[in-house]
């Protein structure tokens, strides 16, 4: 359970990163933008010099459903590594929310070497990863963009590709925010 007024909070955050980005409430919050604004480096394997091939070829390839993004904390600039494998709308969910534990200040849990790549990575505890969730799918699908959706009138398939998010995220973000129940109560009252 989320500690009192973090949902709230969340919201307000998505809409007044946006206004500081000089975009509108409703306008689509690209994640290397926000990355750009938390001065966040973004690569993918493949630009990490010191990586060898073959881990490269195996993180993109046949170890590619075993990860999705992760970040390298660093005292000048943190670092993120996503997977160039996944569809742009999930590159971009994975962007946020790795973003989402940046901008809330996380530190990781534990860390481990992964049996597979080799790779030291970090993990957050289970409330740090349902905070930046959370936070996340407010950030690309705030409760203001998913009103404007509805009111514009637009298919799921418009949005998702406007917002750059997958039909499942749309769909979550609707439900859970309590906007598919508002639109449908709406709908009941006008008919």
């Known amino acids: 359970m989320f500690r009192r007024g973090f949902k709230s909070w969340c919201e307000e955050t998505a809409i007044n990163v ?14 290397l933008a926000l990355a750009r604004e938390l001065r966040v480096t973004v690569i993918q394997p ?21 990860w999705s993004a992760l970040t390298i904390p660093s005292k000048r600039r943190p670092l993120i590594v996503f997977n160039p494998a996944h569809s742009a709308a999930r590159q971009n969910s994975d962007l ?26 970090r993990t957050h505890d289970k409330e740090q990863e349902e905070e930046a969730s959370w936070l996340a799918g407010c950030l690309m699908l705030p409760r203001e963009v998913l009103l404007h959706i509805k009111a514009d009138g637009l298919t799921d398939e418009t949005a998702c590709r406007h917002y750059g998010v997958s039909a499942k995220m749309l769909t979550y973000r609707m439900n859970v925010s309590g906007v598919n129940l508002q639109h449908r109560r709406g709908q009941a009252w006008r008919s």
């Open 96 to 121: 946020m929310h790795e973003l989402a534990h940046i901008f809330l200040g996380h530190k990781p849990t534990r860390v481990f070497i992964d049996p597979h790549t080799g790779l030291a990575l």
């Open 46 to 66: 493949s630009d990490l010099k010191d990586l060898p091939s073959d881990v490269c070829r195996r993180l993109v390839g046949k170890h590619s459903d075993s």
């Open 18 to 31: 946006r206004q500081h980005q000089g975009l509108s409430a409703t306008a689509p919050l690209p994640p």
